[in-house]
């Protein structure tokens, strides 16, 4: 990065946000937008012409000759269609032109996205709509317009839509609850997300040179390094001088699209690091890390890196999360997670810490699902990733102030304690009130809380459309039962409801080492769901509990909860089948060359070496032979197990019996066939390898 560059000068420039349309749009369009943005009103067609044309005149002066409609199918990933500015004249020449319909809608074909049986193949009208909340930009020389997507009958096929809508649903009961407790200057609250990004960059050619890389995004083969993450020496280090460069373009790249990145370091494993941008509404924050994802991967590119977004690329070492801090904030300021210098009187903090605390105890299985994919089932439980098991830590300080609710007594609270270092240079630092945990997959950290089993390549949407909407629904029960409530009797029901909300869901707090198998145990007699792998988690997407909340709320029909349902599960399946076969090819095509090769020099040399020698025995290369013999045996039967098991699978036709099968028989059996593979590569060298090793992967960055 340049030593002269201004950040606020650079910030945002690519971004059609609102300091431009303050600058370009007459003040009354200016107010119209501004009123659809913060109210959801409809925004009128001749508004939308004018935000159109200067839209257009601001896209081709950044350098833009097409628009697209950016949005977010069923996929995870983004999708776009680009058309141009230009519009043919009867002389042979073109103009520019963009109009409000284009703005507003588009007309892209929904017959090849996921649809979940929403929509047949023939059926291939879908619809993007502007969402105005959140700003265009322009990037590679087109204007993005970031949009919602359905299909022709109205269906959500996207991801922004339920998030939009659960955003509303929190905002409409959390109003609520808020002007029964007097605050009644509150007229919207937001949820507000900062999604920790971490990530591995590796040697792009040696990347190339990986098949199950390249189809699947993740090692399927591969003995471990002598060493590893043991020494912790990459955490916090010093970064490498390039990759230190590629951090610097990729913040540059960011900050002009308007994406708050703030903090970047090395993260445990060997070449993995991590980006960690400030808060912002949660619509935003979603689409500003989807378009994170994608920048990463491209200014990669540009410094021969490969940016690697799987939750488990290499066996042995860390995996790779997406840390989702969320928390609720007023249009007056106001935090409403902030405990403030007292917590236990602080009513209002402890009125919606309950209701996330209630929410996420109640809709646990949801909220498993909305990170459960083929790749986080690995990373779940591993000592760098929070258990399957859903929990929260709150700290000592709270867990008292609760404590002192469920017991009716007085809490008396230390307070921050200054805290010596032991040499009088150093200054005096204040203590924090609670330690962290980063065992727990839901804790509280000072005003937000950090759910920590998201992984690195999901999208963000589907935690807080199930977080917003879950605790919409807490807080509209606590309204229920708080609005007809006289005012001289508010705090004393308050305080039962709290104490009650406590009882029915203290079983969901733990402030100790999520890792333990007592705690395992623990979880078990508590009654917490254990749900390790997508396919035990999937049919608590579909009962009626879970159908009541997301229909009530208005954030999913029936339809569009089963149409996901099949989706989730299809792409499950779909996903360990590639890897299934990509495993198979490597071995049968790449790996056994080299392990033939390898046996036959080896046997060579023994040969040459009785010429020269006869009496000798050739122990050391018969020992080789013979471990390499009696692992390629084992290697062909596995082999040939799973291609046989993978087949079967194919003819499976219930899709969650299939994705079972899948996580059950064929991940078994791919692990047992990587486990003999693994052990014929730690013996081979190098040379002879059709594939670059871990050693050479991991440690190869300048």
């Not at 650079?10 to 300091?19: A, L, Q």
């Not at 459960?372 to 000592?396: K, M, Y």
């Not at 005096?428 to 005003?447: E, L, M, V």
Request: charged share 25%; with cysteine.
């Amino acid at each position: 990065m340049e030593s002269n560059v201004k950040i606020p000068e650079i910030f945002g420039e690519m971004v059609f946000n609102d300091k431009v349309m303050r600058e370009r749009l007459p003040k009354d369009v200016y107010k119209a937008v501004r009123k659809t943005s913060r109210n959801g009103t409809h925004l009128e067609l001749d508004v939308a012409n004018t935000v159109a044309a200067a839209m257009k005149e601001w896209a081709l002066e950044k350098g833009a000759t097409h628009f697209t409609h950016w949005f977010q199918p069923m996929t995870g990933l983004t999708a776009e269609k680009h058309d141009g500015f230009i519009s043919p004249t009867s002389d042979g020449g073109v103009i520019m032109e963009f109009s409000g319909k284009e703005l507003v809608k588009g007309e892209p074909d929904a017959s090849s996205f996921p649809s979940g049986g929403l929509r047949a193949t023939f059926e291939a009208r879908g619809y993007t709509a502007w969402d105005p909340s959140s700003p265009a930009f322009v990037k590679d020389g087109s204007l993005y317009i970031p949009t919602a997507f359905c299909s022709y009958g109205g269906e959500a096929l996207d991801k922004k839509t339920p998030l939009l809508r659960s955003m509303e649903a929190l905002s409409d009961a959390a109003v609520k609850v808020l002007h029964l407790l007097g605050d009644t200057d509150v007229n919207h609250v937001d949820t507000t997300v900062g999604s920790e990004q971490e990530y591995f960059l590796i040697d792009k050619e040696l990347y190339k040179k990986r098949k199950d890389l390249l189809l699947t995004g993740r090692t399927l083969m591969g003995a471990s390094a002598p060493k590893g993450q043991e020494m912790e020496d990459h955490y916090f280090g010093v970064l490498k001088p390039k990759v230190s460069e590629y951090m610097h373009a990729l913040d540059r790249e960011l900050w002009e699209l308007g994406v708050p990145t703030k903090t970047k370091h090395n993260e445990v494993a060997p070449s993995q690091h991590e980006l960690a941008p400030v808060f912002e509404t949660a619509n935003i924050a979603v689409d500003h890390n989807q378009l994170t994802m994608e920048v990463m991967k491209k200014v990669a590119d540009r410094f021969g890196y490969a940016c690697l977004l799987h939750e488990k690329p290499f066996e042995g070492i860390n995996g790779s999360g997406k840390h989702n801090n969320w928390s609720i904030s007023t249009d007056t300021g106001e935090n409403l997670l902030d405990p403030g210098k007292t917590p236990a009187e602080n009513q209002q903090f402890l009125i919606f810490l309950l209701a996330v605390i209630a929410a996420v105890d109640e809709y646990q299985e949801i909220l498993r699902i909305s990170v459960a994919t083929a790749g986080n089932d690995h990373r779940l439980g591993g000592n760098e990733a929070p258990p399957a098991i859903i929990s929260i830590f709150v700290g000592d300080e709270l867990d008292k102030v609760l404590q002192s609710i469920e017991d009716d007594s007085v809490f008396s609270g230390a307070g921050r304690q200054q805290m010596g270092m032991g040499a009088h240079v150093l200054p005096h630092i204040i203590r924090d009130t609670t330690d962290r945990n980063r065992t727990s997959p839901f804790a509280f950290t000072g005003n937000k809380f950090e759910f920590r089993m998201p992984g690195s390549a999901l999208s963000v949407a589907n935690p807080n459309i199930v977080l917003n909407t879950a605790v919409a629904e807490v807080l509209t029960q606590i309204y229920d039962r708080l609005k007809d409530v006289p005012a001289a009797d508010l705090d004393t029901a308050i305080h039962a409801l709290l104490k009650d909300l406590l009882a029915q869901h203290k079983r969901v707090l733990f402030n100790g080492n999520g890792y333990t198998d007592e705690w395992v145990e623990e979880a078990h007699r508590r009654g917490l769901a254990d749900l390790k792998s997508l396919p035990d988690a999937m049919p608590h997407f579909i009962t009626d509990k879970s159908i009541e909340l997301f229909t009530k709320h208005s954030i999913f029909t029936k339809e569009e909860i089963l149409s996901r349902y099949e989706i989730l599960l299809e792409n499950y399946a779909k996903t360990i089948h590639i890897e299934s076969l990509t495993l198979q090819e490597m071995v049968r095509k790449d790996f056994t060359a080299g392990l033939v090769r390898y046996m036959k020099d080896i046997t060579n040399e023994a040969l040459k070496k009785k010429e020269l020698l006869p009496d000798s025995l050739c122990s050391y290369e018969n020992r080789i032979l013979q471990k390499l013999d009696e692992t390629s045996e084992q290697i062909i039967t596995a082999l040939d197990i799973l291609e046989a098991d993978t087949l079967k699978a194919e003819k499976i036709g219930d899709i969650l019996e299939q994705a079972a099968y899948y996580q059950e028989t064929i991940l078994s059996e791919m692990e047992t066939l990587r486990s003999w593979t693994d052990q014929a590569e730690a013996i081979i060298p190098d040379e002879y390898l059709p594939y670059p090793t871990y050693e050479q992967m991991l440690f190869s960055l300048r």
